[in-house]
Structures are given as structure tokens and as C-alpha cells.
């Protein structure tokens, strides 16, 4: 499948974010796609499951070529909310559930199928056969083009890939949060031609004032003169310099931070300056 290298990622378009009406979700999908963001990543619970919606109504009111964008959406979280009787967040990936919530999905979005089925989580319980039944069944349907996993470690992969394909892995990972790095998830990854998405790409380094924030901070500052570039960039180039080949998915509804994302595929970071970024995070040199 062809996505595009950075992904736009819609969970605060919507209740659990920004609240953006109609016309201002139609401006935005208009801004990603003139600047070559044609990829949207969703999941059924985002907005207590209506962020969706809220998307498929903006796109049906828009004249965009079905094979102009790509929609990714998650399955499995059974979130606690007033529009499910759930009494505890749980998963469920039994064939039936999945069927029914890529019928869900498909109604929302307002679309005949989705470009990337993702398993949001993965459950202790999850049965590789039966998720692999669901899945040759959208397939033939035509419901989804390709198939994939969020948060899922080697073995988990490796469970579920013995019955069915896994395209794509989604996977939080940054400079301030790396670990699929070092516990052989992405090592997995290029062994087995698994592609690599990264939600929260920029990590905590905006969110908090830490000792690993500042440590980082000293570095950026020398490498955004160096790179002309702005300090997301830099965290971005970080990331997109790793071989496994990851996508970001940005969270922004900004439309000039849209637009330093799509620039940041210009920089390419010398190899030193990318271990001194790590070097600050984990505050200690490298083995």
C-alpha cells in the first residue's frame, strides 16, 4: 500500500480534542492533501467512538477521489462510554466483533473500505485463527486493502502473523520514548518486512520540563541552527532516521506545524548527531 510518509492522526479532531465543526475538519483534509498528507489514521473509540462520524460527514460533503487518501482505523478497545454498555475497557477480537466494527467504521467514515485495518492493542486473549478469519473475510469483501497491528511486541506479531499477514506495526516511539528500538519489536519488524508507524512522535519532550527534556534541549539548540530547523523537526528527522522506515502520525491541527512535518523529510541528520540526541535522552553514553 502507498501512504504517505507523514500521517495525519485525527484523535484530538474531534470530543477528545480540538472539537472542530465541519468546516473546519474540511479545511483541514483540504491542507493535508494540498501539501501531500493523503493518509488518515483513526480509531473506532477515538471521541467516545464518534470522531469518525464527525470525519465521514466532513469528507462526504467534499469532491475528493476515493483513491486520492487513504483512511487507517483500529479495532479491539472496548472503551467505557455512554454510547457502549461496557462496564470495564476491555478488547475483544473474536470474528464477530471485528466484522461488526469494520461495518461500523466503513458507516462512519462513509466510505466502501478502509486502506488499513490496525488490532489497537493487543489482548492476552486473542485468538490468532480467529482474528485471521475475520480478516480473509474483509479481504475477499473488499472491506479493507491490507492488515496490521498497534502496540503489539515481536511475539505478538509473530502470534498473529502465523495465520495472517501483518503489514504494519503502529507503535509509540520518540526520542523521549524509544523502546521498540532496544526490545526487538522493530528488529522483528525488518526481519519480517513489517511496516513501521510511530503515534506520539514527539514524545514528552513538549509536554514536560524534565532533567531528560533539558538534556535534549541543550542538543536541539545547537542542531536546529545547524539543520535550519525548527525543534519539532528535529525530533522528527530523529525518528524517520531509524532503517525500520517509519511514518509519523502527528497529532496537530495546526496547519503550519502540518507544514514543518511534511518539511522535515528534507532533513537528514549526520549519524554523530543522531547518537548525541540519544545520548541526551538516555543521559548516558552508549555502551
Known amino acids: 500500500m502507498k501512504f504517505s510518509k507523514i500521517i495525519a492522526g485525527v484523535m484530538t479532531w474531534g470530543s477528545w480534542g480540538k472539537q472542530l465543526n465541519t468546516k473546519d475538519m474540511q479545511s483541514l483534509i483540504e491542507h493535508c492533501l ?34 486520492q487518501f487513504q483512511l487507517i482505523s483500529k479495532c479491539g478497545i472496548q472503551y467505557v462510554c455512554d454510547t457502549r454498555d461496557n462496564t470495564v475497557k476491555h478488547y475483544n477480537y473474536s470474528k464477530d466483533y471485528i466484522l461488526w466494527s469494520v461495518e461500523q467504521s466503513l458507516n462512519n467514515l462513509q466510505t466502501e473500505y478502509l486502506d488499513l485495518l490496525l488490532l489497537h492493542r493487543p489482548s492476552p486473549l486473542m485468538i490468532a485463527e480467529e482474528i485471521a478469519e475475520a480478516i480473509e473475510i474483509l479481504k475477499k469483501e473488499g472491506k479493507i ?44 519488524m525488518l526481519s519480517n518486512g513489517v511496516g513501521a508507524m510511530a503515534w506520539s512522535p514527539l514524545g514528552s519532550f513538549f509536554k514536560d520540563d524534565s532533567a531528560q527534556s533539558k538534556r535534549i534541549k541543550n542538543v536541539q539548540d545547537k542542531l536546529t541552527v545547524k539543520y535550519d530547523a525548527s525543534a519539532d523537526q528535529i525530533l522528527l528527522a530523529w525518528i524517520m532516521t531509524h532503517p525500520v522506515n517509519i511514518s509519523p502520525v502527528i497529532g496537530t491541527t495546526t496547519k503550519e506545524r502540518m507544514n514543518l512535518a511534511k518539511e522535515a523529510l528534507t532533513i537528514n541528520l549526520e549519524l554523530e548527531d543522531w547518537f548525541e540526541l540519544l545520548v541526551a535522552s538516555q543521559g548516558h553514553k552508549v555502551p
Open 34 to 67: 494540498d501539501i501531500g498528507i493523503t493518509t488518515f489514521d483513526h480509531a473506532d473509540i477515538y471521541g467516545a467512538y464518534s470522531t469518525e462520524s464527525d470525519f465521514g460527514k466532513a469528507l462526504s460533503g467534499m469532491s475528493i477521489d476515493r483513491s
Open 145 to 188: 486493502k491490507s492488515f496490521g497491528v498497534s502496540n503489539f511486541n515481536a511475539s505478538q506479531m509473530d502470534l498473529v502473523g502465523f495465520r495472517t499477514d501483518v503489514n504494519y506495526n503502529q507503535v509509540e516511539f520518540s526520542l523521549t520514548q524509544h523502546t521498540a528500538m532496544h526490545d526487538g519489536t522493530f528488529d522483528y
